[in-house]
């Protein structure tokens, strides 16, 4: 007994204090992309060429970033001949709509909240059903950690709970494959209304790298309608938490909200 | 006859031996009789009959070997004499469409369709989606026999899969697993590669296997390519994959203390898995050191404040991390839950070819870094941890003992990491070659088998993640247990479903 004292003195207090406070991330972590269009040469295609989602598109105005499809891997700063792509440490990517991941010169818009009625109901207190419908256990990794001491999701009045029925709503990983898709449409309908999903990770709102292939669905709003978008290959625990904290308006550009 | 080869190197397929099926089948069975376990056993879908191919590996010899045959419609299945390969068989009759005759267990393994159309096992129609979950379950009759079916949507935040128990009272008599829910097409569209989107389905096929799946598939483009990737990059390589084993070990540990309702060790543990993915993080960006291992060496290099980062790091957690499990061993509740549940023997173990953390702790000294040894692995040398009891107990003990020899490697390494470049240039892959990587993942051994055309493009690509030899061995392991034991069991042999279902 007194050992396990000791040694819980030992460990010590190990919760962050994100959302009060910044948190640090390691120098080299990939956030929200930023594209120096000024540097693009004329006609030069080679980050499009070398993007594995075909996240990377040209149109009138310059580049054009779909977030809900990149992996935030190196392959286009690599293949870039100007460096004009970087990454930022910016981890807050989330979006409401899938149209708000696409980054074309301007800065990216931050979630917004739930409407008032919705944020009566689950602002301060949402219960979510995990469904991983052909995740790689990447997401659903970082989805996990939120429940450590580390992130605390308690603390904000967020559970993942064992059933739909006592769900407010989904947090969906993967890209849904064609063996989960009545798995999930099950599980969606026996959460009771009024409900919310979010899907986290590029898989479970684009496809991911399984893209167009036939044994999946291209993410979860080709089956549910979603009200949350958290991109990311897996997206970091911030970024998740940071997309959920802005769907109960708990938070307001980087800071707590009211 | 048969092709000896070395782990990761090149050959020309044409030099591999095609047998006639009795010939091939006698091959397998004499080298599993002398000690060797089947590596991989597949078929390579096409429109005539279908070229199989066995990788046959001897920890003992350090050998592995290659051998062939041909198909057309049925053989004589090899399960009944080596049970070991009973998935790989189920898995050729539902790629390729041949029947293994005499297969005690001839069910789908994905429910995916048949590769080869028109050849399909089950006799479905081309145009029919097969329906997932839904086969002939093994049945248990009588009074008071009940059935209890779980998946396969579960309770908590991991992936899908069905789970079919036969039970009287609280004890199990038997449990048949059905999986294929994570089924994304990954070996199909790997055909005809690589192209730009390979490295990323390596780095997802099992996520939590980024690395180690990663550096096999880039050690056989390697071979491939005729590309030596620099010291200093497979040192880093072996950093990453023991960081990814430190982590996984770490949190599994924690995962089974929560499992026997012990929290302080669950939440401490919790944290520590952290401590171990933000050191990969720290080297690359990414927890799950996605964009590191490339074909050629590592994208990322380590400079000396970053190797001293590292290692403080390192040292503390380990400090953390020991004083975290010795609660487990100290505390008489836990042991008492761990010891005599789920246990599986060594000859069982044998039989049905287990591999990794499951294998050790049945006694079995497997472990690809000592027998196949690759990259960095060849001149350090990690001792195997093993632990007889083959309980909850034997596999949450061999993750501790391996925690700490991989701190060692890693520590060691860190203080000599040889100088020079970290990437070297890849250049195209031969023509008609075969190569086998083998790498020893945080779960196990990890193998690849790749065969390239006359153009130098993926002909067929085989992924062999452990749990695809290991999801059995948790069948059996609950045998005659209470059903309760269920989510403790599951939790000590930790598998991968998308490993699995590719």
């Known amino acids: 007994m007194f050992r396990n004292v000791a040694i819980r003195l030992q460990q010590g207090h190990r919760t962050i204090g994100f959302p009060k406070g910044q948190p640090t991330l390691p120098d080299r972590f990939r956030g929200v992309p930023v594209v120096d269009r000024a540097k693009c040469p004329v006609g030069c295609r080679d980050c499009v060429e070398a993007c594995p989602t075909d996240a990377i598109t040209i149109d009138r105005k310059g580049l054009r970033l779909d977030l809900g499809r990149c992996l935030f891997c190196t392959d286009c700063v690599e293949a870039c001949p100007e460096r004009a792509i970087r990454y930022t440490q910016d981890f807050r990517l989330a979006g409401r709509r899938r149209d708000d991941l696409i980054l074309n010169g301007e800065s990216l818009k931050q979630a917004e909240a739930l409407d008032k009625k919705a944020r009566r109901l689950f602002g301060r207190s949402l219960k979510l059903r995990q469904v991983s419908a052909g995740g790689c256990n990447g997401c659903e990794a970082d989805v996990n950690v939120l429940s450590t001491v580390v992130f605390d999701l308690g603390r904000f009045g967020i559970q993942m709970v064992a059933s739909p029925r006592h769900a ?43 893209i167009n292939h036939p044994e999946q669905h291209n993410g979860a709003d080709n089956v549910v309608p979603v009200d949350l978008y958290i991109p990311g290959c897996p997206p970091h625990p911030l970024t998740i938490l940071d997309g959920l904290l802005r769907l109960l308006g708990r938070l307001e550009d980087g800071r707590p909200g009211a | ?97 041949v029947i293994p005759k005499g297969h005690p267990w001839l069910k789908p393994v994905r429910f995916v369709k048949s590769l080869r159309p028109g050849h399909d096992t089950w006799g479905r129609a081309a145009n029919e989606q097969p329906l997932v979950g839904v086969t002939n379950f093994y049945r248990v009759e009588g009074d008071e026999v009940h059935e209890v079916a779980v998946g396969p949507v579960h309770a908590g935040v991991i992936e899908p899969g069905h789970f079919r128990f036969q039970c009287h009272g609280e004890d199990v008599l038997h449990l048949e697993i059905s999986l294929g829910y994570q089924h994304r097409g990954v070996e199909r569209a790997l055909l005809g590669g690589p192209n730009k989107r390979t490295i990323h389905y390596m780095e997802t096929l099992a996520g939590d296997t980024t690395v180690g799946h990663a550096t096999a598939y880039c050690q056989a483009i390697e071979a491939l390519a005729g590309c030596k990737p620099p010291a200093r990059a497979q040192v880093l390589r072996g950093v990453a994959l023991e960081l990814e084993r430190l982590a996984n070990h770490t949190g599994d540990l924690g995962a089974l203390a929560g499992d026997v309702g012990y929290l302080p060790t669950q939440s401490f543990c919790g944290r520590l898995r952290g401590d171990f993915l933000n050191m990969t993080a720290l080297v690359c960006g990414s927890r799950f050191g996605r964009g590191l291992v490339r074909p050629g060496g590592v994208v990322f290099d380590v400079d000396e404040a970053r190797i001293g980062q590292l290692r403080e790091r390192l040292e503390q957690a380990l400090r953390d991390v020991t004083s975290a499990v010795n609660l487990l061993w100290n505390t008489s509740s836990v042991r008492g839950r761990l010891e005599r549940t789920g246990v599986l023997t060594t000859e069982t173990a044998r039989e049905i070819g287990l591999v990794g953390v499951v294998a050790r702790a049945c006694g079995l000294e497997r472990d690809a870094r000592q027998e196949f040894p690759s990259g960095i692995y060849q001149f350090v040398q990690i001792p195997v941890s093993t632990y007889h009891t083959g309980d909850a107990f034997a596999r949450a003990y061999v993750r501790w003992l391996e925690i700490q020899r991989s701190v060692a490697f890693v520590r060691e390494q860190l203080n000599a990491l040889p100088a020079g470049p970290v990437r070297a240039k890849v250049g195209p892959l031969a023509n008609n070659a075969t190569v086998v990587t083998m790498v020893e993942g945080w779960r196990g051994e990890i193998c690849h088998a790749a065969l390239t055309d006359a153009t130098g493009r993926f002909a067929h690509y085989k992924v062999v993640d452990p749990s695809f030899h290991n999801w059995f061995g948790l069948a059996l392991a609950l045998r005659n247990q209470q059903i309760s034991d269920f989510p403790l069991c599951n939790k000590s042999f930790n598998l991968s479903y998308c490993g699995h279902d590719l």
């Open chain 1, 168 to 210: 407010d709503g989904l947090l969906i990983t993967g890209p849904v494959t064609e063996n989960m898709r009545l798995a999930l449409k099950k599980t969606y309908d026996a959460a009771p209304a009024p409900k919310i999903v979010i899907a986290v990770g590029a898989c479970a709102i684009s496809g991911g790298p399984y």
């Open chain 2, 1 to 97: 006859m048969t092709l000896p080869l070395h782990n990761g190197e090149q050959l020309n397929r044409a030099k591999i031996p095609q047998q006639n099926v009795a010939e091939f089948r006698q091959q397998v069975i004499a080298r599993v009789r002398e000690g060797a376990r089947v590596a991989a056993l597949f078929g390579l879908p096409g429109n005539g009959s279908v070229p199989m191919l066995a990788v046959l590996a001897n920890g003992v010899s350090g050998k592995l070997e290659l051998v062939g045959t041909e198909i057309s419609g049925e053989y004589p299945a090899l399960t009944p004499d080596v049970p070991q390969v009973h998935l790989f068989e189920r898995e050729l009759a539902e790629q390729c469409g």
